[in-house]
């Protein structure tokens, strides 16, 4: 992806289709007949819009994940599943440090659901692995990824309502990092996870 370079208004168009992308994946679980047709017909004339006349999407907030220096010096896109505007998997997120605790909010919608009404759990995992992947990072200068982590559904995570996520380092051994944290509807601890998070062996 070396020479992936592009003008702010592609940034724009691109991030604005993922978000159509969004509405689209949520339509096809919750409408039908004309319904359906309706909100295809409006998505697909705000993509001709956009393509034709790009003032359309003057007044849209700046892209949030353009394409990016890495720092290794390569250009390229946010491809994260749970944060990348880009990603039409996404839902969309906040995340917040403050100090050693890391907090994540967001509000999922169908696409998400497992049981009738609740989030999938695998997708619970998802999101427990990233708040608390944040939290490791906050306190390593290196990179470290995912070697256990344990998940424990105490409550049913609701579809449709805010959930915070929040996660803490618990322990640093080394290259191992062990981190917490839990998954809220309103007051409410949902979803409980716990693991470790590896350092790659230093090269010899
Ligand atoms: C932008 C980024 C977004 C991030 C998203 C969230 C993070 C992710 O999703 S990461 C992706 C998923 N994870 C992966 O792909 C990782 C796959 N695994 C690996 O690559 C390797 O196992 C790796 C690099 C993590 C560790 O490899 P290696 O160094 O060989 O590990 P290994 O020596 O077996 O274990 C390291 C230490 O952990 C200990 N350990 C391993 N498993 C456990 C466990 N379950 N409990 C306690 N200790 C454990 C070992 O005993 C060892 O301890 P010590 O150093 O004291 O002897």
New binding site residues.
């Given amino acids: 992806m070396s020479d992936l370079v592009e003008s702010r208004a592609d940034s724009t168009l691109a991030e604005f289709t993922a978000d159509v992308c969004r509405r689209l994946a949520s339509g096809l679980l919750d409408r039908t007949g004309d319904d359906l047709r309706d909100l295809v017909a409006q998505e697909v004339d705000g993509l001709r819009a956009a393509l034709s006349d790009p003032s359309f999407l003057d007044t849209a907030d700046a892209p949030s994940d353009p394409p990016f220096v890495s720092p290794k010096g390569y250009t390229t896109i946010?491809t994260?599943p749970?944060t990348s505007r880009r990603n039409p998997l996404a839902p969309l997120v906040t995340i917040e440090h403050d100090g050693d605790v890391v907090e994540m909010t967001t509000t999922l919608s169908l696409p998400y659901q497992g049981p009738r009404g609740r989030v999938h759990g695998g997708y619970a995992a998802v999101l427990l692995?990233?708040v608390?992947?944040h939290a490791v990072?906050s306190r390593l200068d290196s990179v470290?990824?995912?070697?256990?982590l344990t998940i424990t559904y105490e409550q049913a995570l609701p579809i449709g309502t805010e959930l915070t996520m929040t996660g803490r380092v618990t322990e640093i051994?080394?290259?191992?990092t062990f981190a917490a944290g839990e998954i809220k509807a309103g007051d409410v601890v949902c979803v409980r996870g716990e693991g470790?998070?590896?350092?790659?062996?230093p090269r010899t």
Wanted: glycine share 4%; charged share 30%; no cysteine.
């Fill in positions: 946010n994260n749970v692995d990233h608390l992947w990072r470290s990824f995912t070697r256990s051994d080394g290259r191992k470790l998070w590896v350092s790659p062996r």
